[in-house]
């Protein structure tokens, strides 16, 4: 899976993929969870979601927008989370009522930037994104932001509906295509 993203990554036509691949590689992305117990909690999550989302956002969009948009937009829409998550370890009793370690993930974000927020300004430093792809990957959350955003996700999904795609492409990856 690791070589299938990689594949993907290269094939987008922007000045500084490279340099973003190569970051990734001194990151945990390839080994992260995508969440602490929501979804794809699991070692590689991370990277196994990426690539569903963009596959989503590829199947809902139909070849309204580029190759190179629906590759940024759904395979780094969720690089905010690299590096932020700890296995650490809980007493669970098991089957036989014994008292057992288990690992679980926990969140030590140590760049609280907000979660579309930091996606942007992580992507931002190697390429340049549209500004379709920054509100779709800044807005990928949808109802999920804190109410306090709803407004402007509404303005947002009105004037990009690229954003809207992703949103359901992230919808679509969690609860059906990863929901085992």
């Known amino acids: 899976m690791k070589q299938e993203f990689i594949e993907l990554l290269k094939g ?32 590689g999550g991370l990277l196994e979601h990426s690539i569903n989302v963009y596959k989503a956002l590829k199947e809902l969009t139909n070849g309204e927008w580029s190759e ?12 905010c989370k690299i590096n932020q ?18 690992p679980y ?9 907000g979660h579309g927020e930091k996606s942007v300004m992580i992507i931002s430093e190697f390429i340049k994104l549209t500004k379709e792809e920054l509100y779709a990957i800044r807005w990928h959350m949808g109802g999920y932001e804190p109410k306090e955003n709803y407004n ?10 690229l954003a809207v795609y992703a949103h359901m492409a992230d919808l679509k990856a969690t609860y059906i295509m990863e929901n085992r």
């Open 12 to 43: 987008i036509n922007r000045d500084g993929i490279n340099d973003l691949i190569e970051f990734l590689e001194k990151t945990d992305f390839y080994t992260a969870p995508a969440s602490t117990r929501f979804h794809m909690a699991c070692e």
């Open 85 to 102: 998550y700890k296995v650490e370890m809980r007493n669970k009793k098991n089957e036989s009522g014994e008292w057992v370690k288990e």
């Open 152 to 161: 402007y996700i509404s303005k947002a999904y009105e004037k990009y509906p």
């Open 105 to 113: 993930y926990t969140t030590d974000d140590m760049m609280p930037l």
């Open 68 to 79: 190179d948009t629906l590759r940024v937009v759904g395979l780094l829409h969720d690089i």
